[in-house]
Nanobody, 127 residues
Framework: QVHLVESGGGSGQAGGSLRLSCTAS????????MGWFRQVPGKEREGVAT???????TYADSVKGRFTVSQDNQKNFLYLQMNNLKPEDTAMYYC?????????????????????WGQGTQVTVSS
């Protein structure tokens, strides 16, 4: 079992920055891939950034060059540094652990095989 708690969401201005944190507890070593997803009302949840067991990061095209995902060695924390924010980044952001292969490399349009979800943290970007 893995328990995930997100923090760091809030409001920001377009062009600004926010940093999200995900605290993982429990059997974190078994979670070979972790990542961040986001969802706006009325739309499917989508992958934003992931990190596999080798530390390789994968990003959605919409955030490449602006967002950076990172993780501590013990897999107790997952971070998402969000720079040059845009109003379209407004969403509920979810931390996820124990991702299946397709999800780990953002090969699916929607999440398919996610072991654990956090409760989410809201990010709102104003223009």
């Amino acid at each position: 079992q893995v328990h995930l708690v997100e923090s760091g969401g809030g409001s920001g201005q377009a062009g600004g920055s926010l940093r999200l944190s995900c605290t993982a507890s429990g059997d974190t070593y078994s979670s070979s891939c972790m990542g961040w997803f986001r969802q706006v009302p009325g739309k499917e949840r989508e992958g934003v950034a992931t990190m596999d067991s080798d530390g390789r990061a994968t990003y959605a095209d919409s955030v490449k060059g602006r967002f950076t995902v990172s993780q501590d060695n013990q897999k107790n924390f997952l971070y998402l540094q969000m720079n040059n924010l845009k109003p379209e980044d407004t969403a509920m952001y979810y931390c996820a652990a124990d991702l299946g292969t397709l999800d780990c490399y953002l090969k699916s349009n929607v999440p398919l095989e996610i072991g654990y979800w956090g409760q989410g943290t809201q990010v709102t970007v104003s223009s």
